[in-house]
Each structure stands twice: as structure tokens, then as C-alpha cells.
T-cell receptor, first 110, second 111 residues
Framework: ELKVEQNPLFLSMQEGKNYTIYCNYS?????LYWYRQDPGKSLESLFV?????AVKQEGRLMASLDTKARLSTLHITAAVHDLSATYFC??????????FGAGTILRVKS | GAVVSQHPSWVICKSGTSVKIECRSL??????MFWYRQFPKQSLMLMAT?????????EQGVEKDKFLINHASLTLSTLTVTSAHPEDSSFYIC???????FGPGTRLTVL
């Protein structure tokens, strides 16, 4: 059974600082996703990572994937308040069925 | 871009009643829809997979007679929570077979 672990579960950051969220998964998968969720809202797609060594960047967020280590990271550069949200990684267990991590609540303080 | 809509966005019902949630793909055909449930401050859990024109497949532990899924067309999947109870209160989110497109979610509160 595929298990997806995220850490940390809660992250309080100062504006301007850098930090990384980690996503480990237990079995081989072809795809890994990162999503953002604002309170009371649905999920917004951030990144899709499809191959070992894949790196994608959008603004202050950068995601990478190491399939050998079964690890993905979401790196936040120079955090701003607008990045405050809950971030989920999700792994395809097959058949396009996603297993989600527990989520990381990010709070950026000014 | 492709959009998935859900209706209603929120619903409050009495215990014992049934509630139907609709999930529509607005400008594309979704042969498969996935239904997720998210309890407050928790992650998303896959409940079932609906396929157009065939029976839905349910995840372990999800009662198929309680959560009825119908996918009668390529643009509409419905989830009916039958005989709802307070423990069914949750945020229900559908996702089209294109992984980027989640519906906006339906918040169900059962009194």
C-alpha cells in the first residue's frame, strides 16, 4: 500500500526566509503532484513531476523529484505573506488515483 | 482552460435525509471522475472512482450503498449521500481524469 508522508506538518516562517517541505512516498510511482489549498477552497495545481531529477519552478516555489530516494521537495524562496496556505503532495498509485500527504500548513509572518 | 464545477457549494441538511452533489466538466469530456472527502484540518481521501457508463469502484471502507455514485454522461457525475448523519459532514471534492482539475468542493453539514 502506497503511503505518502509530508513534513513538517506545520511551518511558521518569517517573510524573506527560505524553507523546504519534504514529501516521501513508500512505493514506486510515475507521477508526483504538488497542490495548494487556501482555507475553505479546493485544490490548486502547482506542479506535476514526471521523471527522476525533474525540477520545476514557478515564482518563489521550486519542486524537485528524486524517484530513487522516493522523495520530492518543495522549496520556498524569500517567503511572502501571500504564500500562506496548506500545501499537499500527492502520488499516483496507479490508474490516476492519487494518494495525498497529510499537508503542510504554511504561515508566513511579516 | 478546462473547468470542473460542483453544485451545491455548501449544503446543510437534517440527519436521515439524502443529499445529491453534482460534478460537471464544463468544456471537456471526463470519462472518469474521482470523489474525495476531506474532514476539517485533514488531508483528502479517495472515496470512489466513477466511470461513464459503468459502475463506480469504491475504496476500502467506503459504503457503496451509502455513497451512491452515478456517471451517466461524459460531463456529469453525481454523489448522493443517503441517510446522512453528522459524521458524514465533510468537504467533498471531485476531480476529473485530468489531474489538474479539481472541482471547487461541496461543504456538507449534517445536523
Amino acid at each position: 500500500e502506497l503511503k505518502v508522508e509530508q513534513n513538517p506538518l506545520f511551518l511558521s516562517m518569517q517573510e524573506g526566509k527560505n524553507y523546504t517541505i519534504y514529501c516521501n512516498y513508500s512505493t514506486t510511482s510515475d507521477r508526483l503532484y504538488w497542490y495548494r489549498q487556501d482555507p475553505g477552497k479546493s485544490l490548486e495545481s502547482l506542479f506535476v513531476l514526471l521523471s527522476n531529477g525533474a525540477v520545476k519552478q514557478e515564482g518563489r516555489l521550486m519542486a524537485s523529484l528524486d524517484t530513487k530516494a522516493r522523495l520530492s521537495t518543495l522549496h520556498i524562496t524569500a517567503a511572502v505573506h501571500d504564500l500562506s496556505a496548506t500545501y499537499f503532495c500527492a502520488v499516483d498509485r496507479g490508474g490516476n488515483k492519487l494518494v495525498f500527504g497529510a499537508g503542510t500548513i504554511l504561515r508566513v509572518k511579516s | 482552460g478546462a473547468v470542473v464545477s460542483q453544485h451545491p457549494s455548501w449544503v446543510i441538511c437534517k440527519s436521515g435525509t439524502s443529499v445529491k452533489i453534482e460534478c460537471r466538466s464544463l468544456d471537456f469530456q471526463a470519462t472518469t471522475m474521482f470523489w474525495y472527502r476531506q474532514f476539517p484540518k485533514q488531508s483528502l481521501m479517495l472515496m470512489a472512482t466513477s466511470n461513464e457508463g459503468s459502475k463506480a469502484t469504491y475504496e476500502q471502507g467506503v459504503e457503496k450503498d451509502k455513497f451512491l455514485i452515478n456517471h451517466a454522461s461524459l460531463t456529469l457525475s453525481t454523489l448522493t449521500v443517503t441517510s446522512a448523519h453528522p459524521e458524514d459532514s465533510s468537504f467533498y471534492i471531485c476531480r476529473a481524469n485530468n489531474e489538474q482539475f479539481f472541482g471547487p468542493g461541496t461543504r456538507l453539514t449534517v445536523l
